[in-house]
């Protein structure tokens, strides 16, 4: 197999030197290594060193002759992106798509196919600088898995944040990042909005955090996630195919559609309208004192994933919410759902454990009407789906 390419750039803070061990890591791991270094960068170590212990020339200058489309042909070699330390004044021009030089000009030209890790470190005003903040906030909603800095002595003398991840947690995450995909999944999530009219519609409490959550724990674990979100719906914030729906209709569609790729698994969390009215045209007049509205019952869709599903060994995974009923009316309400569904699992939860709450509450699994496992709360629930399908799905 090819060595993993990794770009790795380094801004100009003082952890710069802390960087030269991980390079040495990452080379004896097998990896191969081009190194980026800003201007600044080079101040605080120098060009000899990083390319004797990456065995490549450094790049630094935007306007290098010969090499003037390094800004494109570096994110096409790399698989994946790693930008540490990296400084504020990194981030913010990041962020706000400032490409004066040869890392944020990289940085513009990078289409988030790839992974995009970056490592802050500064001082800790610096890095609880609203501007900052912001920043990564803003890069974080773009894909860039932003690697925590943590709490401790700076090397300005000062305590709090802003200090380089460790060196060896950093490789462990970029090993986490190229380990190769376990699968494709697919994931519903959040509740449809069946129109009454063109301004109107009846739609449910679905806020779709859970199917987020599951999405960005599988997204972390190394699976291709392709995320199906009602408009509304929470979205993941680690790097995934984003489709939206509105309607059952438009939900169904899409399902069919997306079925006929080739998925592992299909993660159904979307809380699906099972009526619908019949649409009118514009807006219905307000002056009337009844307005009846007829529903029309929908097929469930969860019912028929597996029949549109292209693999035939689809891992499916249902989702029943219960509503307060006894334990024996849950379960008969599981055991109809896994037969209807064929699912593999079908992940229970019920209504009294959330209307009065706050946003977390236990979560069961079943496998033809037997526990599986349990699950304290959401991300909880995530790792458990994720453990399942390495197990039930191996490369
Ligand atoms: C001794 C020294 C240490 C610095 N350390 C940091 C640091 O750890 N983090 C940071 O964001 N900026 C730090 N700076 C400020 C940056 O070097 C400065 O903002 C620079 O313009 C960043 O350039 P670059 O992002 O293009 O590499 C330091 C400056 C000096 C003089």
Redesign the pocket.
């Known amino acids: 197999m090819s060595k993993s390419k990794i770009l790795l750039q380094v ?5 710069a030197y802390k960087v030269c061990e991980l390079l040495s890591t990452l080379v004896k791991a097998d990896y191969e290594v081009k190194v980026v270094a ?4 080079l ?2 170590v120098g060009a000899a060193t990083w390319e004797g212990l990456s065995g490549s020339p450094v790049y630094s200058d935007l306007w290098q002759q010969g090499r003037m489309m390094d800004h494109i042909e570096l994110n096409r070699w790399a698989d994946l992106i790693l930008v540490v ?6 981030i913010n ?1 990041a962020a706000s798509g400032t490409g004066g ?1 040869l ?1 944020t000009t990289l940085f513009l030209a990078h289409d988030f196919k790839k992974p995009f890790l970056l490592a ?4 800790q005003a ?1 890095y609880q600088h609203p501007v900052t903040h912001k920043s990564l906030s803003l890069l974080r909603e773009m894909g860039v898995e932003i690697l925590d800095p943590e709490n401790g002595n700076l ?1 300005c003398g000062e305590i709090g944040p ?1 200090r380089l991840m460790e060196p060896e947690n950093i490789f462990a995450r970029i090993q986490a990042r190229l380990q190769p995909r376990h699968s494709r999944v697919l994931i519903t999530s959040g509740g449809t909005v069946e129109p009454i009219d063109d301004v109107r519609g009846i739609t449910n409490i679905s806020t779709g955090v859970t199917g987020a959550t599951i999405a960005d724990q599988l997204i972390r674990d190394g699976f291709d996630v392709t995320y199906l979100g009602a408009k509304t719906a929470a979205k993941p914030t680690g790097p995934c195919r984003l489709l939206n729906f509105s309607s059952f209709k438009d939900l169904q569609m899409l399902l069919q559609n997306e079925l006929q790729e080739k998925y592992s698994a299909v993660i159904h969390a979307a809380a699906v309208s099972d009526y619908s009215p019949t649409p009118l045209n514009g807006k219905i007049p307000s002056q009337s004192e009844h307005l009846n509205i007829e529903l029309q019952k929908n097929p469930k869709l969860v019912n028929q994933l597996r029949g549109w599903s292209i693999n035939k060994d689809l891992r499916l995974i249902a989702f029943k919410l219960t509503s307060s009923d006894s334990a024996q009316h849950r379960l008969a309400a599981v055991d109809t759902l896994g037969k209807n569904s064929t699912a593999d699992l079908v992940i229970q939860n019920d209504f009294s454990d959330f209307k009065n709450g706050g946003p977390e509450h236990p979560f069961a699994a079943y496998r033809n009407s037997q526990s599986v496992f349990a699950a304290k709360n959401k991300a909880d629930l995530a790792q458990k789906i994720s453990h399942y399908l390495v197990k039930e799905s191996p490369l």
């Not at 800003?38 to 960068?41: I, K, P, V």
């Not at 330390?85 to 990194?90: F, Q, V, W």
């Open positions: 801004t100009g803070s003082i952890a800003s201007e600044n960068a101040r605080f330390p990296a400084t504020a004044s990194y021009r030089d890392l802050p470190a500064m001082n610096m090397a802003g």
